[in-house]
C-alpha cells in the first residue's frame, strides 16, 4: 500500500465532517484513482477486506461514492469540492434540527416538583462577563435595557450598536455620552451626570444591570480595586425584579 503524504492529518481532517477512520481512509484511496472494485480498494487502502463493503454502502449514503452496474461493481468518490460541500449541508441540517429539538427541551425544564427552576448563575472576571454580554446581545430579538458605567459599557458599546442596526429595541442610561457619529435610531441613550446626587442611585465604576428581551437579566458589580463579578439568571423573578429597577432608574431621570 503506498503511504499518502500527511494521510494521518487529511484522515482526521475528515473525522472532524463526520467520517470514521475507515471511511475516511477508503474515500482517500477511491479519490487517487479513476474508479477500483471492493478488492482494489482493500488493497490501496489498508480497509479490511471484510470491512470494505459495509464502508462503502455508507459513504453511498452519505453521496461521496457512486457505483457503478458492471460485474464486478466498480466504485468512483465524488469530487472532493462536491463530496465535502454534501457533507457540511448534512451536518448544518442536523445541527440545525438538534437545536429546535434542545432549545424546545430548554424552554420546557421543571424540577422534579413540576415547577420551573430559577438557578442564578455567577461569571467571574472581567472577559468572562464580556463574552456572555456579547452572546446576549447579539441574540436578543426584540429589546436590550442597559443601566451601566461608562467604563464598562465602552467594552461592549460596539456589540451594543451592531445589534440596534437590526432594528432591536435599545434603552441605555449611563454616564458614558453617546458615541459620535452614526448612531441607528432603535438605540435611545441617556445620559446622565457623574454624580447624580441624593434622590438617585450612583452608577459605580464597574457596575451595571442589562435585561435582554425582557427574560434575562445580569447583574455586574465590581470596582477597580476588584476584579468583577456578575449574576446571571433567566429566573422570572430575578428578571422582574431588575426590570422593576431599572423602569425606576429610567423614571427618576424623567423626572430630573
Known amino acids: ?70 460485474t464486478p461493481r466498480r466504485f468512483r468518490a465524488i469530487s472532493p469540492e462536491e463530496g465535502i460541500d454534501n ?5 448544518q441540517a442536523d445541527a440545525d434540527a438538534a437545536k429546535q429539538v434542545l432549545q424546545e427541551i430548554y424552554r420546557q425544564r421543571v424540577t422534579a416538583d413540576g415547577g420551573m427552576e ?27 435595557r442597559i443601566v451601566s458605567s461608562g467604563q464598562f459599557l465602552q467594552k461592549i458599546v460596539h456589540s451594543v450598536l451592531r445589534t ?12 458614558h455620552p453617546r458615541p459620535a457619529g452614526a448612531c441607528p435610531a432603535s438605540v435611545h441613550w441617556t445620559t446622565v451626570p457623574v454624580s447624580l ?10 457596575a451595571g444591570i442589562f435585561i435582554v428581551d425582557g ?13 468583577p463579578t456578575a449574576l446571571y439568571s433567566e429566573s422570572t423573578g430575578f428578571v422582574n425584579f431588575f426590570m422593576q429597577y431599572w423602569s425606576f432608574i429610567r423614571g427618576l431621570h424623567k423626572k430630573a
Open 164 to 175: 440596534g442596526e437590526r432594528g432591536i429595541d435599545i434603552e441605555i442610561i449611563s454616564d
Open 215 to 227: 427574560e434575562k437579566a445580569l447583574l455586574l458589580m465590581g470596582s477597580t480595586d476588584v476584579a
Open 118 to 144: 430559577e438557578l442564578i448563575w455567577s461569571i467571574y472576571g472581567e472577559e468572562k462577563i464580556i463574552q456572555r454580554l456579547e452572546e446576549l446581545i447579539a441574540h436578543a430579538a426584540v429589546s436590550i
Open 1 to 70: 500500500m503506498m503511504e499518502l503524504p500527511n494521510s494521518a492529518d487529511l484522515t482526521e481532517s475528515l473525522k472532524s465532517v463526520g467520517l470514521t477512520k475507515y471511511e475516511s481512509l477508503v474515500y482517500i484511496a477511491l479519490v487517487r484513482v479513476e474508479g477500483a472494485t471492493a478488492t482494489e480498494i482493500h488493497e490501496i487502502s489498508g480497509v479490511p477486506r471484510a470491512s470494505v463493503y459495509p464502508v462503502l454502502d455508507r459513504l453511498i449514503q452519505k453521496n461521496l461514492v457512486i457505483v457503478s452496474h458492471s
Open 87 to 91: 457533507l457540511l449541508r448534512q451536518i
Open 197 to 206: 446626587g441624593q434622590a438617585q442611585p450612583q452608577i459605580e465604576n464597574m
